[in-house]
């Protein structure tokens, strides 16, 4: 978009690029990860893979085809290794008008223990904290001009699974 508008209004234009504080979005220590995860998910799950998706709950964001992928990535991990230690956590509203109702999804696909949902507002560190609970986020979205979720994500050090639509395709790169 700046580039187009650039050309037309050159001395109108002015661009900023997204930004996160490279203070609080960096990735944590072992012992702060341990301890975030464990008030996140309770001691008993201290050993369950976890990814994050932080995003908002909207068709295009396609929430509910990562519930689907997530059942499946459960049932071949019980098919190969005989167990679904794994952790979704949805930094989302599930009931958000815009997208389909994820309670309901949870039910659909059997998923109850392995979905968690986080839908509080929260500050910078807090989100840094889920992202470096993360051993992966996600951002499922059909129609993405910048992932903001992403961004501090690989601030975190975290790797990303996208899609390749529109900013995606130069903001994740192998």
Not at 50 to 64: D, E, G, I, L, Q
Not at 80 to 102: S, V, W, Y
């Amino acid at each position: 978009t700046y580039e187009m508008v650039k050309e037309r209004f050159p001395d109108r234009t002015n661009f900023i690029p997204h930004a996160v504080p490279e203070d609080v979005y960096k990735p944590a220590s072992p012992s702060d990860v341990l301890r975030v995860k464990t008030q996140l998910l309770g001691a008993e799950k201290l050993d369950h893979f976890v990814a994050v998706y932080v995003s908002r709950n909207a068709r295009r964001k396609m929430p509910s085809d990562l519930l689907l992928s997530w059942k499946m990535f459960l049932d071949k991990l019980e098919e190969t290794h005989g167990h679904r230690k794994a952790t979704l956590i949805m930094h989302t509203d599930p009931h958000d008008q815009e997208g389909p109702n994820l309670l309901h999804v949870v039910d659909l696909f059997k998923l109850h223990g392995n979905v968690l949902f986080s839908n509080e507002r929260t500050g910078f560190q807090e989100m840094s904290s889920l992202y470096n609970v993360a051993d992966v986020v996600v951002n499922r979205s059909s129609n993405e001009g910048f992932g903001l979720s992403t961004l501090e994500g690989m601030y975190c050090g975290k790797p990303m699974i996208a899609i390749k639509t529109g900013g995606l395709t130069r903001q994740v790169i192998n």
